[in-house]
């Protein structure tokens, strides 16, 4: 069981809009730590792709940003194509644990 | 560039000790801080602790504090991860990654993982 809660696959058809949720407590999102994004390709090592909630690293596409409300933040990926089939993973800083937690993982599937 | 090199996979029996490496490249190795990260097959990323280069100061996750030890050696610039009795339950990808923004920042850089596998 994972300190930040993803939905484990979504999906969506080439050029629509998908978003991938991150759910965490009052010990780490709640608590005003930032959340990151990371896409992994297979066989391949995470990549971050979001930082502090909304901003991209140099070289990753505005198709990517992110945001947050509340406990939660969220990934969304416009004009998808098949090269963002992937899995994502969010992560944060938690103060109970003291240590940085991931979320479980969303399998992104372009149909 | 900096850069993260893992050293190569490696196949261990139950109960043999491992210790595998990181080694950075292209930055002040000593200006921050170091994490290992376990991907079991299939499965989601698990944060295993980190370490401060400068000083080996370590900090565990509750769920590998006493399983792994996480150590560096500033002199050369690389981190390690120890195993003194391996356990089938260890096959996984390991992967090293520079935090950035302090203790409780994002992995900008990671190495390319080193494959453990542990069989009789």
């Known amino acids: 069981q994972s300190v930040l809660t993803q939905p484990p696959s979504v999906s969506g058809a080439p050029g629509q809009r998908v978003t991938i949720s991150c759910t965490g407590s009052?010990?780490?999102?709640?608590?005003?730590?930032?959340v990151h994004w990371y896409q992994q390709l297979p066989g391949t090592a995470p990549k971050l792709l979001i930082y502090?909630?909304?901003n991209r690293p140099s070289g990753v596409p505005d198709r990517f940003s992110g945001s947050k409300s509340g406990t939660s933040a969220s990934l969304a990926i416009t004009g998808l194509q098949a090269e963002d089939e992937a899995d994502y993973y969010c992560q944060s800083y938690d103060s109970r644990l003291s240590g940085s937690v991931f979320g479980g993982g969303t399998k992104l599937t372009v149909l | 560039e900096v850069q993260l090199v893992q050293s190569g996979a490696e196949v261990k029996k139950p109960g043999e000790s491992l210790r595998i490496s990181c080694k950075g490249s292209?930055?002040?190795?000593?200006?921050?801080?170091i994490s290992w990260v376990r991907q079991m097959p299939g499965k989601g990323l698990e944060w295993m602790g980190r370490i401060d280069p400068s000083d080996s100061y370590t900090n565990y996750s509750p769920s590998f504090q006493g399983h792994v030890t996480i150590s560096a050696d500033k002199s050369i610039s690389t981190a390690y991860l120890q195993w003194s009795s391996l356990k089938a339950s260890d096959t996984a990808m390991y992967y090293c990654?520079?935090?950035?923004?302090?203790?409780?920042?994002?992995?900008?850089?990671w190495g390319q993982g080193t494959l453990v596998t542990v069989s009789s």
């Open positions: 990654a520079r935090l950035t923004l302090g203790t409780t920042g994002y992995f900008q850089h």
């Open positions: 502090g909630y909304s």
């Open positions: 009052s010990s780490n999102i709640g608590a005003g730590y930032d």
């Open positions: 292209g930055y002040s190795f000593t200006s921050y801080w």
